[in-house]
């Protein structure tokens, strides 16, 4: 069903820099997760997965930033994306992306837009 949306969480519960919140996604394959964090200002979606090895990127659940807070990384190999595209900068997978989600903040809450 176009234009359909679905709350993710509040707009206070994603950080600036801070941890990701991790929400599912229904897809043709089943339920995916996928994850939210905040970077300079904006709200930024994608699916939980490196672009190299589909594996889930957090080290802990919901930690995605690397200690300098500018890229997050996937724990397993220490690959680096840019948080505003996606593209891994650094690391087996550079150039590719992780797939990004729609997501809209709006009223003080964050929604997963066509679903």
């Known amino acids: 069903m176009a234009g359909t949306q679905r709350l993710i969480c509040p707009s206070d519960a994603v950080r600036e820099g801070e941890d990701g919140v991790r929400f599912s996604v229904t897809r043709v394959t089943g339920e995916e997760p ?5 970077f300079r200002g904006r709200v930024h979606a994608y699916l939980n997965r490196c672009a190299h090895v589909p594996i889930e990127l957090d080290w ?6 690397d200690d300098d807070r500018l890229y ?4 397993t190999h220490g690959a680096l994306y840019e948080p505003e595209s996606g593209r891994c900068v650094a690391g087996p997978c550079r150039g590719k992306r992780l797939l990004a989600l ?3 903040e709006r009223d003080g809450m964050v929604f ?3 679903e």
């Open 102 to 104: 729609s997501v809209e």
């Open 34 to 38: 996928a994850f939210v964090v905040r």
């Open 72 to 75: 997050l990384v996937c724990a």
């Open 60 to 65: 802990t659940p919901g930690r995605f930033f």
């Open 112 to 114: 997963l837009a066509g």
